[in-house]
């Protein structure tokens, strides 16, 4: 009796131990939850009013750029800037020889001075206009014509009366015949003589033009991008002889993917940064291309931008087209995110309890990130919660007042959401 008992005992101790070990051997979070709890400070997920861009890559393009060339032949006398300088319009970038062309404008003024004289006007007046009846060719024609038909008439009465014979009315209808013929010889020399001074006249003008152009000069304001000419080498027409850019504003040429094209509108603003720069500068959309490049299925977008600090033409930029900048999104403060091994979290509290919650984020401002998805308006996360696990005790300190939601945040670079 006293062995069964002893039996008994050391039975229900081995079971007592058994079922001991078997508590012992469950994965549970008890590591965690032993841990000493961590005093943490809340932060409310809030809504704000944030900036809704389309981000792009791009090149700044100078405004205008113009190839200036010679438009006559001719040994170039002197150009008058160089690479960098500063041009404004019509100023003298340029000479060739103008001699040759002087002298053929001296000759076509003098073409014209002696059309202008056979037709009766003054030689160095500006007003070709005549009346073909003030010409004294034509109105010495008409008075002979109106005498004959004066002698024709009066011939005829006297014919009437019996009084002129039939030779006389031959002969005053001869004179009157000569004398029409020789009236519309002289209208038709009047009229020649006319077409002869605006022949004369397009001469001078083109004489004159010819001289002009052998002066090149500055078709708007900018400056000189490169200079392939030199004084004394001859040029024909179509020769290069300088490059000529406006570079302000700027012409940013951006390239817009078509699941976005639909949103960008002229008018809205942009703002692009620079390698090496920190700064953003503005801009504003001033142009869209009417259609899609079939190639790369983007579309062509230009803003100006006025030339600052070290923008310049030629320069790659990256360009936030600012679609709306009051839409509101959800946002946490910017160190309640942690990130490990590529994964996004925060951290609430449940239950005094720290609970880890996966979350996608979107745009990202100086101290506050967007949350898209994961959390809702209204939630509390811990602020700086590196090493914090999911089941971890933790003992709240204060909750970080919510921000001003009547500020808009400003655009944050390196980062866009559609």
Same mark, same amino acid.
């Given at each position: 009796?006293?062995?069964?008992?002893?039996?008994?005992?050391?039975?229900?101790?081995?079971?007592?131990?058994?079922?001991?070990?078997?508590?012992?051997?469950?994965?549970?979070?008890?590591?965690?939850?032993?841990?000493?709890?961590?005093?943490?400070?809340?932060?409310?997920?809030?809504?704000?009013?944030?900036?809704? %861009?389309?981000?792009?890559?791009?090149?700044?393009?100078?405004?205008?750029?113009?190839?200036?060339?010679?438009?006559?032949?001719?040994?170039? !006398?002197?150009?008058?800037?160089?690479?960098?300088?500063?041009?404004?319009?019509?100023?003298?970038?340029? !000479?060739?020889?103008?001699?040759?062309?002087?002298?053929?404008?001296?000759?076509?003024?003098?073409?014209?001075?002696?059309?202008?004289?056979?037709?009766?006007?003054?030689?160095?007046?500006?007003?070709?206009?005549?009346?073909?009846?003030?010409?004294?060719?034509?109105?010495?024609?008409?008075?002979?014509?109106?005498?004959?038909?004066?002698?024709?008439?009066?011939?005829?009465?006297?014919?009437?009366?019996?009084?002129?014979?039939?030779?006389? #009315?031959?002969?005053?209808?001869?004179?009157?015949?000569?004398?029409?013929?020789?009236?519309?010889?002289?209208?038709?020399?009047?009229?020649?003589? %006319?077409?002869?001074?605006?022949?004369?006249?397009?001469?001078?003008?083109?004489?004159?033009?010819?001289?002009?152009?052998?002066?090149?000069?500055?078709?708007?304001?900018?400056?000189?991008?490169?200079?392939?000419?030199?004084?004394?080498?001859?040029?024909?027409?179509?020769?290069?002889? #300088?490059?000529?850019?406006?570079?302000?504003?700027?012409?940013?040429?951006?390239?817009?993917?078509?699941?976005?094209?639909?949103?960008?509108? %002229?008018?809205?603003?942009?703002?692009?940064?620079?390698?090496?720069? %920190?700064?953003?500068?503005?801009?504003?959309?001033?142009?869209?291309?009417?259609?899609?490049?079939?190639?790369?299925?983007?579309?062509?977008?230009?803003?100006?931008?006025?030339?600052?600090?070290?923008?310049?033409?030629?320069?790659?930029?990256?360009?936030?087209?600012?679609?709306?900048?009051?839409?509101?999104?959800?946002?946490?403060?910017?160190?309640?995110?942690?990130?490990?091994?590529?994964?996004?979290?925060?951290?609430?509290?449940?239950?005094?309890?720290?609970?880890?919650?996966?979350?996608?984020?979107?745009?990202?401002?100086?101290?506050?990130?967007?949350?898209?998805?994961?959390?809702?308006?209204?939630?509390?996360?811990?602020?700086?919660?590196?090493?914090?696990?999911?089941?971890?005790?933790?003992?709240?300190?204060?909750?970080?007042?919510?921000?001003?939601?009547?500020?808009?945040?400003?655009?944050?670079?390196?980062?866009?959401?559609?």
């Amino acid at each position: 009796m006293r062995v069964g008992a002893v039996e008994l005992v050391i039975l229900g101790s081995s079971g007592l131990l058994l079922a001991g070990c078997g508590k012992a051997g469950k994965p549970e979070p008890a590591n965690v939850a032993r841990q000493e709890a961590r005093a943490v400070t809340l932060a409310q997920a809030q809504l704000r009013p944030m900036t809704r %861009t389309v981000t792009v890559t791009g090149t700044l393009a100078a405004q205008e750029k113009s190839i200036l060339s010679a438009k006559v032949s001719g040994r170039l !006398q002197e150009l008058q800037v160089d690479i960098g300088s500063v041009v404004h319009q019509g100023d003298l970038l340029a !000479q060739i020889e103008p001699r040759d062309y002087e002298l053929g404008l001296q000759q076509a003024a003098a073409a014209l001075a002696q059309a202008r004289t056979a037709l009766g006007l003054v030689p160095d007046g500006e007003d070709d206009a005549v009346e073909l009846e003030a010409v004294s060719a034509v109105r010495q024609a008409k008075a002979v014509l109106e005498e004959a038909t004066s002698n024709q008439d009066r011939v005829k009465n006297l014919s009437r009366s019996g009084i002129a014979s039939g030779s006389e #009315m031959d002969t005053v209808a001869a004179a009157y015949k000569v004398a029409s013929s020789r009236y519309q010889t002289a209208l038709e020399d009047a009229r020649a003589r %006319t077409a002869t001074v605006a022949q004369r006249r397009a001469e001078y003008e083109l004489a004159r033009k010819r001289l002009a152009d052998a002066s090149i000069r500055a078709p708007f304001d900018g400056a000189v991008q490169s200079r392939p000419a030199h004084p004394g080498e001859y040029v024909a027409p179509g020769t290069a002889i #300088m490059e000529l850019v406006k570079t302000d504003p700027l012409r940013l040429r951006l390239q817009v993917p078509e699941r976005e094209c639909a949103l960008v509108r %002229t008018g809205q603003a942009v703002q692009l940064f620079v390698e090496a720069d %920190t700064n953003a500068y503005p801009g504003r959309i001033a142009r869209l291309s009417p259609a899609l490049d079939e190639g790369n299925r983007m579309l062509l977008v230009e803003a100006d931008v006025p030339a600052r600090g070290p923008l310049r033409a030629g320069l790659f930029a990256r360009a936030h087209i600012i679609l709306n900048d009051r839409e509101e999104g959800l946002s946490i403060p910017a160190n309640a995110l942690s990130t490990f091994a590529g994964i996004e979290k925060v951290v609430l509290v449940e239950s005094a309890k720290a609970v880890e919650r996966v979350v996608v984020t979107g745009r990202r401002g100086p101290d506050w990130i967007e949350i898209i998805s994961g959390i809702g308006a209204g939630d509390q996360v811990i602020l700086n919660p590196a090493g914090l696990r999911t089941g971890q005790p933790v003992t709240v300190t204060g909750i970080k007042p919510a921000g001003s939601p009547g500020d808009t945040d400003k655009l944050a670079r390196g980062h866009a959401a559609s």
